[in-house]
Every structure is written in structure tokens, then in C-alpha cells.
């Protein structure tokens, strides 16, 4: 049996994957399930369940360390063994840096987006080696190219591109695999829990919507990509356009980039 960690499967695209794994595996996967609210992971958990596979709810805050080393021990406790590690848990936020009077939260985002991550993997990786498993980061099309409005979550993002690139050369004669999505915009309530200039929810998105992709389709990419063992899932035209353009016609990019930005929205 493969058991899988996925971390912020409370909803959005880790609850997707989650679903999608015991629908492929039934009896054969035992998920464990992280995220901060108990409530929406039970659901996730029941139905999962239904599908056939075993799960373990494991309330964590990625933010804290203690709390991503006792996801790890729970797992190990309840299956004795870890095959997967999906770093999925983040916040998204949306401000331009001149409207931001209080940089507290773009440090909290880092500890969200890369630090749990960091964290998670950290306590999984021996576990990981011993199964010759996966790794996998869920970054954003906005950890290759930045976006205005979005200094905060590039910076979480792009930071996740580096750390999980380095470490995929660092575990390559471990024969653990290590695959980092980027996905682009997902139909998810993301972008309205993201942070505001203020560190508050949104409550809106800023970016223009009409051409997410549905939930479905994203955990569907991640999931094949990992079993593929694949370095990187880049999952939309523009992403895999952008990130080469910037090299040699970077305004282009940039202007790419504002226009996916909502009017009320751009830099004056
Ligand atoms: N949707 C998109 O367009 C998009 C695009 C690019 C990248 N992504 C990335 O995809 C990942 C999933 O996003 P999503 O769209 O599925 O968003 P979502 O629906 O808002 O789900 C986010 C998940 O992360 C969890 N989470 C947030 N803060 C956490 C914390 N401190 N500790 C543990 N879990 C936490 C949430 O659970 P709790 O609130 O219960 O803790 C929830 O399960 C994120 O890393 C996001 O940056 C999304």
C-alpha cells in the first residue's frame, strides 16, 4: 500500500488530489490528510474513504515546526511508511508593495509557502529515501515570472522553484524523485483567502478569472506528473511561453503579466 501525505487537503486543488488518488487506488493508498481545519479535512477523509482507500486527518498549521514534525511521526505511526510528500498547503495574496504599511505577513507567507514545505520535507525525507519516494512542490506559474501586485507570493513561490531544484540534484543517487507544479489560475477560492495590503483576506480575486483551470484537471496534471516522476509540471501555454520569453524579449513578459492583472488592480 502507497501512502500519501498531501498537505492542505482540506480543499481546493490538495482535497481534489486527495479524491483522485483513492478513486485511482481505492485499498491501495493510505492518505494523510493536513491542513488547519479538522472539519473540512473530515470531509475530505469520509470521502476518500468511500472511494476505498485508508486516511489519517492529522490537524496541522504548516507554520509551525513541531506541528509538520508530528505530521510526519502520525503517518509513520498509523502506516509505518511514507511514499509521497505533496507540499500543497498556501495562501495566495495579492498588494502593491507601496500600499503595504506592515511587512508582517509577507514574512507569514513565507512561512506558510515555503517554510512548511521546507519543514514537511525535512521531517519526511528519511522516510522518503527509505521508499525511494516523491517529493512534490505545488508552486505557481508566479514562481517563474513575477506578476505586479504579487511581490509577497513570488518571492514565497520563487523560492520554492530554488529549494526543491536544488534538492532534486541532492537526491537524485536516492532515487527519490522530486516534481514541482506550477500551476496557473485554478478555479479555487484562493485568490479571496489571499492576503490584502492590510494582511487581511481579500475577499476578492484581482486576477482576471475567465480562463481558470478547473480544479479537476490541475490535481489530475500534478498527480501524473509525480507518478511520472517528472521534474516539473508547467501547465499552461503562457507559463511555458513566459518563462523562455523573459530571457530574450522580458518586456513582452512584463506587459503579459499586466495584462492579467485586473484594471482597478494595475500599478497607477
Ligand atoms: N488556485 C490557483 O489558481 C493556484 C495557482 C498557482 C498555485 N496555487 C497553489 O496551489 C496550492 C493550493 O491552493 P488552492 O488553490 O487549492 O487553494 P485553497 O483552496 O485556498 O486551499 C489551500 C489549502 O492550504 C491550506 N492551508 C492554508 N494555510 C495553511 C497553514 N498555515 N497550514 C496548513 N494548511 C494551510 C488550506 O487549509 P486550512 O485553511 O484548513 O488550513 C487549504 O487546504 C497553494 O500552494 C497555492 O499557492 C494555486
Known amino acids: 500500500m502507497k501512502v500519501i501525505v498531501i498537505t492542505g487537503a482540506s480543499d481546493g486543488i490538495g482535497a481534489e488530489m486527495a479524491r483522485q488518488l483513492a478513486h485511482t487506488h481505492g485499498s491501495g493508498v493510505a492518505l494523510v490528510l493536513a491542513a488547519r481545519s479538522e472539519s473540512m479535512l473530515a470531509q475530505v477523509s469520509g470521502q476518500c474513504e468511500a472511494l476505498g482507500a485508508q486516511s489519517l486527518v492529522v490537524q496541522t498549521d504548516v507554520t509551525v515546526q513541531e506541528q509538520c514534525n508530528r505530521l510526519v511521526a502520525a503517518a509513520i505511526e498509523r502506516f509505518g511508511r511514507i511514499d509521497a510528500l505533496i507540499n500543497n498547503a498556501g495562501r495566495s495574496a495579492h498588494a502593491l508593495f507601496e500600499e503595504v504599511a506592515d511587512l508582517g505577513w509577507y514574512e507569514e507567507l513565507m512561512r506558510i509557502n515555503l517554510w512548511g514545505s521546507v519543514w514537511c520535507t525535512h521531517a519526511a525525507l528519511a522516510h522518503l529515501k527509505a521508499s525511494k519516494g516523491s517529493i512534490v512542490?505545488?508552486?505557481?506559474?508566479?514562481?517563474?515570472?513575477?506578476?505586479?501586485?504579487?511581490?509577497?507570493?513570488?518571492a514565497t513561490k520563487f523560492a520554492m522553484t530554488g529549494f526543491f531544484e536544488t534538492l532534486r540534484m541532492e537526491l537524485k543517487g536516492a532515487g527519490v524523485s522530486v516534481t514541482t507544479a506550477y500551476p496557473g489560475v485554478v478555479a479555487t477560492k484562493v485568490r479571496v483567502r489571499g492576503f490584502n495590503a492590510e494582511g487581511k483576506p481579500a475577499g476578492v480575486s484581482k486576477l482576471k478569472e475567465d480562463d481558470a483551470m478547473s480544479v479537476e484537471e490541475c490535481a489530475r496534471l500534478i498527480i501524473d506528473g509525480m507518478n511520472r516522476r517528472e521534474r516539473e509540471v508547467v501547465m499552461t501555454a503562457k507559463a511555458k511561453l513566459g518563462r523562455f520569453l523573459k530571457l530574450v524579449a522580458p518586456g513582452v513578459v512584463e506587459d503579459m503579466a499586466l495584462a492579467a492583472v485586473k484594471d482597478d488592480a494595475k500599478p497607477r
Open 137 to 154: 512542490a505545488v508552486s505557481s506559474i508566479v514562481g517563474l515570472v513575477g506578476v505586479p501586485g504579487r511581490t509577497a507570493y513570488a
